[in-house]
Every structure is written in C-alpha cells, then in structure tokens.
C-alpha cells in the first residue's frame, strides 16, 4: 500500500535531461574553479555543507541556506520536479553550490545561489553557469529569477539586467519575479559567462569527492 501511495506522491524528471559538460573557470585570483553537475548522491555531503549557514542572519544566509537546503532534500527524496545543482570546487574544496527547476520545456525558476567562499565572485560564476545549462543545453525560452537580498538583487537582477515580470509570483514564497530571456541571456553572455572546457583530468577527479570548509561568512563573525 506504501509503494503504491509513494508512486503518486513521488516526482523526479518528466521531460528530457541533458548533463551538464563540466568547465574550469579561472577567478581573478588566478584560482581555478571546477564547476560541475552534482548527482543526487551527493546531497547528502552538500547538505552538511548548508547545514552551519541555518543561523547566519548576515545577507539572509539564514533564509537561503533554509531553502537550498529544502530543495535538496526534496530532490533526494523525490518531492521536488525537474531539478538540477551545480557546484563549484576549487583544490578539492566545496566552494559553492546553485540549483535550478525546470517547470517544462519552456520555463525554468531560477532557484538559489550560495557562495560558501566569498569575494571572488564564485557566487557570480556560478550563476552564470546555471543559466548556461538552462538555455544553452536544456533550451528552455525563459527563466525566472527573484532574489532575497540586497546583495543578491544586485548580482542577478541589476548585473543581468533582467526584465520585470508584473503579476507573475515566484514560487520561493511569491516574491516579484524577473526573466532572463534567451535573447538576454546572449546578449549578456560575452561578459557574464565564462569557462573553459574540457576540464583538466587531475581538476576534474579533484572536484570528484570535494571537502567541506567552513564558510567564510562564519569565519567574519567570530572574527
């Protein structure tokens, strides 16, 4: 009877799913970040990584972190639809993480983006890079984008340039929402998006079992 129930209430991807081809983007820093697609595997590795952010009110970490979190968990036990993650490793380290939900071909939301290391513009990248899977490899028309801080309106909506969407209730507890068009998104791409592929091999089994470090937002508050 529970299986049979489990077979109504659980979702996973009902429309094609194409991987996203690993790239190597090289911060100002002269760091070199992997980003990579997550499987559902690992979710229980990036949710200990989320898991000491709960509790920082700092740039509302508090309320991001409480929702990556939740979607994750929801795609691991298949409650969440169409559902990608991103990560971002550098030596080895779990440096940040973004996801996305596909609504159907067509419409992607635009989910989260979670810098754990901060000041490099790892939060941008990564970004950056999950729009790429959703017009570039996915092909959907549009994305919708909200944001839940200042500093994230000011990285998403402002540097992207994103048009408002009047009316239209963001599903992360219907906030206003913005669009990125595809023609946006190609107008937009020479300066946002970068990367190289393919990845260096010893890059690429670097980022394969990445470690968690504490996030840097931790670090400044019990400076």
Same mark, same amino acid.
């Given at each position: 009877?529970?299986?049979?129930?489990?077979?109504?209430?659980?979702?996973?991807?009902?429309?094609?799913?194409? @991987?996203?081809? @690993?790239?190597?983007?090289?911060? +100002?820093?002269?760091?070199?970040?992997?980003?990579? $697609?997550?499987?559902?595997?690992?979710?229980?590795?990036?949710? !200990?990584?989320?898991?000491?952010?709960?509790?920082?009110?700092?740039?509302?970490?508090?309320?991001?972190? +409480?929702?990556?979190? #939740?979607?994750?968990?929801?795609?691991?036990?298949?409650?969440?639809? /169409?559902?990608?993650?991103?990560? %971002?490793?550098?030596? %080895?380290?779990?440096?940040?993480?973004?996801? !996305?939900?596909?609504? /159907?071909?067509?419409?992607?939301?635009?989910?989260?983006?979670? *810098?754990?290391?901060?000041?490099?513009?790892?939060? *941008?990248?990564?970004? +950056? +890079?999950?729009?790429?899977?959703? &017009?570039? /490899?996915? $092909?959907? $028309?549009? &994305?919708?984008?909200?944001?839940?801080?200042?500093?994230?309106?000011?990285?998403?909506?402002?540097?992207?340039?994103?048009?408002?969407?009047? %009316?239209?209730?963001?599903?992360?507890?219907? #906030? /206003?929402?913005?669009?990125?068009?595809?023609? *946006?998104?190609?107008?937009?791409?020479?300066?946002?998006?970068? %990367?190289?592929?393919?990845? @260096?091999?010893?890059?690429?089994?670097?980022?394969?079992?990445?470690?968690?470090?504490? @996030?840097?937002?931790?670090?400044?508050?019990?400076?």
């Amino acid at each position: 009877m529970e299986e049979d129930i489990e077979s109504i209430l659980g979702v996973d991807w009902d429309i094609p799913r194409k @991987p996203y081809p @690993p790239k190597m983007v090289t911060l +100002a820093t002269g760091e070199k970040m992997v980003i990579r $697609e997550a499987s559902m595997e690992e979710v229980p590795l990036l949710l !200990n990584a989320i898991r000491p952010l709960l509790a920082v009110r700092s740039d509302y970490y508090d309320v991001v972190s +409480a929702r990556v979190y #939740a979607e994750l968990l929801g795609w691991y036990r298949y409650r969440v639809r /169409n559902e990608y993650c991103l990560i %971002g490793v550098i030596d %080895g380290k779990l440096v940040g993480l973004v996801n !996305n939900r596909l609504v /159907n071909k067509k419409t992607c939301i635009s989910l989260h983006t979670l *810098a754990i290391r901060t000041g490099r513009k790892i939060g *941008a990248h990564l970004f +950056a +890079a999950k729009q790429e899977h959703a &017009i570039e /490899n996915l $092909e959907v $028309e549009e &994305i919708l984008v909200t944001a839940e801080s200042p500093k994230g309106f000011n990285l998403l909506v402002i540097e992207w340039g994103l048009e408002f969407r009047p %009316g239209v209730q963001h599903e992360l507890g219907g #906030a /206003n929402s913005w669009v990125l068009t595809r023609e *946006a998104y190609y107008k937009k791409k020479p300066k946002l998006v970068f %990367g190289e592929r393919p990845v @260096p091999k010893e890059l690429y089994r670097q980022s394969l079992q990445p470690e968690i470090i504490v @996030p840097d937002i931790l670090r400044r508050e019990s400076d």
